[in-house]
């Protein structure tokens, strides 16, 4: 049996689907689903029942793994008691439980702690650095994930995502001046799902970047976008300035440590293979 947080969200949602598709569907789930949508993204799935972030399981017995992808993911809160426990107290409390009764812990931290120059650039990527300190298990540093299920997420949802609407609504993708200097490490949701069940079969504590290892920047992935679309053009605008000092110039994984713990990364889809698998997806507005 599985125990998997954050299950209603996007990552956890297609981890959850990801199982199931291999026919596990003896999963506990956890999440407290605050956007009203975020049933969808489980509606369609197999799991032996549903609990409350708010909770914890007591009976370890049969538990194979923690899963652990619940999370406040919004990089502008600025409510440390509502980050602390959500992502601190939570995380500590499913690390205390795995640890005390010898259960395999997966953390899913984020590429946030890197900042610009190796220190957090807001709070959410405080809570997550936080927590890494007190971590025994698998750490997980996601880096810019994007796929299906992520409808919800409003403002933290992927590029690809809103450029997608914005293109269908209006023609034109909204790209911040300069884009041409931001880069990133963009990781089909999949790919995460697939890297975690491998730690889950062959459980390798440490920590490890979890991103293609390939840093593209934000104007060529809107041309990738347009190209395959057949149509759209990019509207320069100003940077948000909420989001002017707390924004990462660059991000990049480093695979080293999940090539040595035998992950294939060179079968991590590309921004160019990633985008069309995505469209399949938007085009229908179907769920994972």
């Known amino acids: 049996m599985i125990v998997l947080t954050g299950a209603g969200g996007f990552i956890g949602s297609v981890m959850l689907g990801y199982l199931n598709k291999l026919g596990r569907t003896d999963v506990v789930i956890f999440d407290d689903m605050p956007q009203y949508e975020q049933y969808q993204n489980i509606g369609n799935k197999r799991y032996i029942s549903f609990h409350s972030a ?90 810019n994930v994007y796929g299906p299920n992520e409808y919800h997420k409003g403002r933290m949802a992927s590029t690809v995502f809103h450029w997608y609407n914005q293109i269908s609504d209006t023609g034109q993708c909204n790209i911040f001046n300069d884009s041409k200097f931001y880069r990133r490490d963009f990781i089909w949701v999949e790919d995460v799902c697939k890297t975690i069940l491998h730690f889950v079969s062959n459980y390798q504590p440490g920590v490890y970047d979890l991103g293609t290892g390939i840093s593209r920047d934000f104007e060529t992935v809107s041309d990738i976008l347009c190209a395959r679309l057949h149509k759209g053009s990019k509207n320069f605008i100003e940077m948000p300035k909420d989001l002017q000092e707390q924004y990462q110039k660059y991000t990049r994984a480093n695979t080293d440590n999940l090539k040595e713990a035998g992950i294939d990364t060179t079968g991590f889809l590309t921004i160019e293979e990633g985008i069309p698998e995505y469209l399949e997806y938007l085009k229908i507005n179907s769920r994972y």
């Open 54 to 143: 708010q909770e914890i399981i007591t009976e370890s017995s049969n538990i194979e793994c923690v899963i652990h992808l619940g999370a406040n993911s919004n990089t502008t809160e600025k409510n440390w008691e509502s980050l602390y426990k959500t992502n601190v107290y939570s995380t500590r409390s499913w690390n205390q439980f795995c640890s005390e009764n010898k259960i395999p812990f997966i953390f899913a931290s984020s590429a946030a702690v890197y900042g610009n120059n190796g220190v957090p650039l807001n709070l959410y990527a405080f809570s997550k650095l936080a927590s890494e300190q007190e971590v025994d298990g698998v750490i997980l540093r996601l880096f």
